[in-house]
């Protein structure tokens, strides 16, 4: 579980091991109580495949949710009635399509791209097979302290792309790094800085819109060893110095910044299966390391194992076979 700035309880639940006639009920009851009250439906339920891992700050709720199967979710004028969540939704989609049926029609969203939606306003969503999305729950209270806004009336479209949108795609990468091991540094009121600089264009000199873009082109530079406080700086707009103060207000300096970032991708490569053919020092090179050796102390140093270890412990990895076998 990652170490995050505000304590976070962390909740995984799946159908895999629940019975085939039970797992759509299970998965609308878990839905239900943790997130939003849904009513959930598929063609063949029997067959439903879900996963989830809610993260729960004070004011936020994050979440990694996968369903490989289609699912049909639905909430009512009734249930929210009966239930009002009094919360915000942004759903960024990483794989798989949703259809979005809504008062103007019928919107298909697609990896790379933001669903806003206000969870007190009816709407009926389908999930494609291979579904998976990163959602970010905000309470109403705390929508409106950072962008103004009461309510949402109608949903909201936005690209979270590369070259696109640098503060969504900034959110959505801070909304993936309260997953990842180690200390991710995500905390409720960075997200909400974000969520406000989404909302607020005109605010383009607030430092957060800044903090954002800076993010954002570092963490699509991390294989290129000579990115520095400059070019960084440079891509932004502003002045070292100013970026210095920017990222130093967030908790980080630009090097432990970066450091950062290459060591949780180095991690997360060394963990997925689809880069078991590189070696730790391709992988090191990737990731914007010029010295193995360095990249091997700086890893070890950050997580308290070698990336050998993670390599050896990663999910279909002969040493990983072979321990399972021995089990």
């Not at 009336?153 to 640098?166: G, I, N, Q, W």
């Not at 590189?278 to 070890?300: K, L, Q, V, W």
Request: net charge positive.
């Amino acid at each position: 579980m990652p170490m995050l700035m505000t304590p976070a309880t962390a909740t995984t639940f799946s159908t895999l091991e629940l019975p085939p006639d039970d797992r759509i009920a299970h998965w609308q009851e878990h839905l239900s109580q943790s997130l939003l009250e849904l009513q959930c439906r598929s063609l063949k339920p029997a067959e439903f495949l879900g996963t989830t891992v809610h993260l729960q700050l004070t004011h936020t709720l994050l979440s990694h949710i996968k369903t490989p199967t289609p699912l049909v979710i639905e909430r009512g004028p009734k249930m929210i009635r009966q239930d009002a969540a009094d919360a915000i939704v942004l759903q960024f989609v990483l794989a798989g399509e949703v259809f979005v049926f809504h008062d103007e029609g019928i919107r298909t969203v697609r990896p790379g791209q933001l669903l806003v939606c206000d969870a007190d306003q009816p709407f009926i969503g389908g999930f494609s097979a291979g579904y998976r999305e990163l959602l970010l729950k905000v309470s109403r209270h705390a929508f409106q302290q950072s962008t103004g806004l009461e309510r949402v009336d109608a949903p909201l479209f936005k690209s979270f792309a590369p070259r696109h949108c640098a503060v969504a795609r900034s959110l959505a990468e801070r909304v993936k790094d309260a997953f990842l091991p180690g200390d991710g540094q995500v905390s409720d009121a960075e997200l909400l800085r974000l969520v406000g600089a989404i909302w607020r264009p005109d605010a383009e000199a607030h430092s957060s819109t800044y903090l954002a873009r800076a993010r954002s082109f570092i963490d699509s530079q991390l294989g290129d060893d000579r990115m520095c406080a400059a070019t960084i700086a440079a891509a932004v707009g502003i002045s070292p110095r100013h970026l210095s103060r920017i990222l130093s207000h967030a908790g980080e300096t630009v090097p432990q910044y970066v450091l950062r970032r290459r060591l949780d991708t180095a991690r997360n490569m060394l963990e997925h299966r689809s880069y078991a053919s590189m070696t730790i020092g391709e992988i090191a090179t990737r990731c914007g390391f010029r010295s193995s050796a360095y990249f091997s102390t700086a890893f070890t140093t950050r997580f308290g194992l070698r990336p050998s270890d993670i390599r050896r412990m990663a999910p279909g990895s002969r040493a990983s076979s072979r321990l399972s076998q021995t089990a």
